[in-house]
T-cell receptor, first 113, second 114 residues
Framework: KNQVEQSPQSLIILEGKNCTLQ??????????LRWYKQDTGRGPVSLTI?????NTKSNGRYTATLDADTKQSSLHITASQLSDSASYIC????????????FGAGTRLTVKP | DTEVTQTPKHLVMGMTNKKSLKCEQH?????MYWYKQKAKKPPELMFV???????INESVPSRFSPECPNSSLLNLHLHALQPEDSALYLC?????????????FGDGTRLSIL
């Protein structure tokens, strides 16, 4: 079983609407959680990184939240744009295994006009 | 444009060929990574170099051979690949190997094995 589960697998929304993507993890001991955006045919781009003590972090219209107690994170996209169409990948790292990153399968977001 | 440059962007090779993928960054990062990504799947970590030394090899077949000639360059030498090795190969770098830093990814090399 993957240690990082993302939902939904895919999502279609209309331009201008908001949406929230979910990431649940079992990786332990927790070090940090990252959200990446990957456009088709491009490499992933880092959106946010959160450590244990951080509950929320924003990057423009992207806001990530983290609940380390329930081991859940969400990525909220506000006022979606066509350029937000991409895969969003949640990556969780464990302490003492600095390069041991567990990738979620991603959520494929499509924003339609 | 990304700050991590990968060449070539596309590569088609036969199973008996020898080729190399190249990755370059000039951000002063001391950790560099190779990932393999199949369609509609997340990237899978292959190798990690930290301060030009191989620190992680995720049980990758020996037909993939990484090389880090200096802190700015990372190569992946390919030999006798199989059709199932066709994928997008991504290079990434981070400030060092510590976990709290973002990884900067290149746009990858799309590899097709005939």
């Amino acid at each position: 079983k993957n240690q990082v589960e993302q939902s939904p697998q895919s999502l279609i929304i209309l331009e201008g609407k908001n949406c929230t993507l979910q990431c649940n993890y079992t990786v332990s001991p927790f070090s940090n959680l990252r959200w990446y955006k990957q456009d088709t045919g491009r490499g992933p781009v880092s959106l946010t990184i959160m450590t244990f003590s951080e509950n929320t972090k924003s990057n423009g219209r992207y806001t990530a939240t983290l609940d380390a107690d329930t081991k859940q994170s969400s990525l909220h996209i506000t006022a979606s744009q066509l350029s937000d169409s991409a895969s969003y990948i949640c990556v969780v790292s464990a302490i003492h295994h600095n390069n041991d990153m567990r990738f979620g399968a991603g959520t494929r977001l499509t924003v339609k006009p | 444009d990304t700050e991590v440059t990968q060449t070539p962007k596309h590569l088609v090779m036969g199973m008996t060929n020898k080729k190399s993928l190249k990755c370059e960054q000039h951000m002063g990062h001391r950790a560099m990574y190779w990932y393999k990504q199949k369609a509609k799947k997340p990237p899978e970590l292959m190798f990690v170099y930290s301060y030009e030394k191989l620190s992680i090899n995720e049980s990758v077949p020996s037909r993939f051979s990484p090389e880090c000639p200096n802190s700015s360059l990372l190569n992946l030498h390919l030999h006798a690949l199989q059709p199932e090795d066709s994928a997008l190969y991504l290079c990434a770098s981070s400030q060092d190997g510590a976990g709290n830093q973002p990884q900067h990814f290149g746009d990858g090399t799309r590899l097709s094995i005939l």
